[in-house]
Structures are given as C-alpha cells and as structure tokens.
C-alpha cells in the first residue's frame, strides 16, 4: 500500500515510510503533548516524565485518541507470534512499552530496564498497595500522592487539636 502511494518517490523515503508504518502499528510514536511541545525546553519534559509515563499507562482503553495501550499492543504482538501466544505477563509487557517509548527522554534507561518488576518484582506502595514498575514511578506516586495527603492530614490534625483545646461552654 505504502508502495503505490509513493510510487516514483526516492528508495530513500519509501523506506522511511514504512519504517514509520511498522513503528505506529507496534505504537512508537510521538505522543500529542509530545509533538505539541516539541520547542520547550528539555528540563520541562525530563521533570513530567514520569507524570505522562504514568497516564499513557493507565490509559487502556484501546480509543483511537493516539495512545495505544498494553492490550492494544498485546494483540498486535500475539497477531505476529507463530504460536498464537503473544506476551502473558502483563509486567514484561509493560517493560516492552517503556523501550519503545518514542521520546528517549520518556524511554526507560538500561539500568532501570534491570530493575523493572519483570526482573525483579513490583514497587508497591504501603498507603494504597499499588503496584509499579519502576523504583523511579514507586518514589514519584510516594513523593507527590501520599506526602500530599500526609500535609493534608496533619493540617485536618492539626485543626482538630486546636479546636479541642478551645472551651466552646
């Protein structure tokens, strides 16, 4: 298909072409935050990297917004396995996506692949026993949801205290 759009192009740009097609069909992409703010500058990205790692992996709902997700990728990839098997462990699936992410600022790096729950086993949290899997997403859910809450807590405490300490009679 992509042939015959490109008739008479260069060999050069057909090969891009489907090189392209073979990346989008295995969802490497630029995500549309991504190509919206391609001129920012690169400590914006690197500081909500996490953030959006976090969001395209809990959107699975397989919408044709631009996001794919695990088992939209799942499918695709037991579709191509000559068993009819695909990937089972949802952790090894999940490290596949984060070596295919599209921003190399957004890719996970060799170290943190080693650590990944699918070597290791998964980062849950104590407060709400989530599971992630990477130590870096584990520390960011601690350090920005739970210290949150732990700020709010000891206000509503706080708050409470004073107020049992005041004689209302």
Not at 104 to 132: G, K, N, W
Request: proline share 4%; aromatic share 8%.
């Amino acid at each position: 298909m992509i042939e015959t759009r490109l008739h008479g192009q260069p060999h050069e740009i057909i090969e891009r072409a489907v090189l392209f097609r073979s990346f989008l069909e295995y969802c490497i992409y630029p995500a549309t935050a991504d190509i919206r703010n391609s001129n920012k500058n690169q400590h914006n990205r690197h500081r909500h990297r996490h953030r959006r790692r976090r969001r395209d992996r809990d959107r699975d709902d397989g919408s044709s917004s631009g996001v794919c997700s695990d088992a939209i990728l799942a499918d695709k990839l037991r579709q191509v396995d000559q068993l009819h098997v695909g990937i089972t462990d949802p952790w090894l699936l999940k490290l596949i996506r984060a070596l295919l992410m599209w921003n190399p600022d957004d890719r996970i790096s060799a170290a943190d692949a080693l650590q990944h729950a699918y070597f290791t086993q998964p980062y849950r949290c104590d407060v709400c026993a989530e599971e992630y899997p990477t130590r870096g997403e584990w520390e960011y859910h601690i350090k920005h949801i739970h210290n949150i809450k732990q700020m709010y807590t000891r206000q509503i405490q706080a708050t409470t205290t004073k107020s049992d300490g005041i004689d209302t009679t």
